[in-house]
C-alpha cells in the first residue's frame, strides 16, 4: 500500500519560512519523481517543484529563489523549504509521486495547509 505523508504546515506572517515534509512508504522511491504541488481556494492544483532520483529539480517562476526542494533517497522523505512567504502562497500543498516510466503510477498526500497571513 502507497502511503505519502506531509507534515509541517502551518501558518506564518509574510517573509516567513516553512518546511514541508512527506515521507513515503509503498514504492521504491529512487523509480519516483517527487513533486509538491499546491491548490489555493477556487483555484485548480498547480506545480510548484519536482526533484527526479537523481535530484534533477524544477520549479515554477512563482518560487524560484525563494522555495527549495530536496530529497532523502536513503529515508523515502521528500522536503520543500518555503522561504520569504507571500500571502499568494496559501494553499494546500500536496505531495506527488510518479514512476518515472510508467506514469500511470500516480499518488498524492493528503495535503496540508499553508497560511501566509499577518
Known amino acids: 500500500q502507497v502511503q505519502l505523508v506531509e507534515s509541517g504546515g502551518g501558518l506564518v506572517q509574510p517573509g516567513g519560512s516553512l518546511r514541508l515534509s512527506c515521507a513515503a512508504s509503498?514504492?521504491?522511491?529512487?523509480?519516483?519523481?517527487m513533486g509538491w504541488y499546491r491548490q489555493a481556494p477556487g483555484k485548480q492544483r498547480e506545480l510548484v517543484a519536482t526533484?527526479?532520483?537523481?535530484?534533477?529539480?524544477y520549479y515554477v517562476n512563482s518560487v524560484k529563489d525563494r522555495f527549495v526542494i530536496s530529497r532523502d533517497n536513503a529515508k523515502n522523505t521528500v522536503a520543500l523549504q518555503m522561504n520569504s512567504l507571500k500571502p499568494e502562497d496559501t494553499a494546500v500543498y500536496y505531495c506527488?509521486?510518479?514512476?518515472?516510466?510508467?506514469?500511470?503510477?500516480?499518488?498524492w498526500g493528503q495535503g496540508t495547509q499553508v497560511t501566509v497571513s499577518s
Open positions: 506527488n509521486a510518479v514512476h518515472i516510466i510508467d506514469t500511470r503510477a500516480n499518488y
Open positions: 509503498g514504492i521504491w522511491f529512487t523509480d519516483y519523481t
Open positions: 526533484i527526479s532520483g537523481t535530484h534533477g529539480t
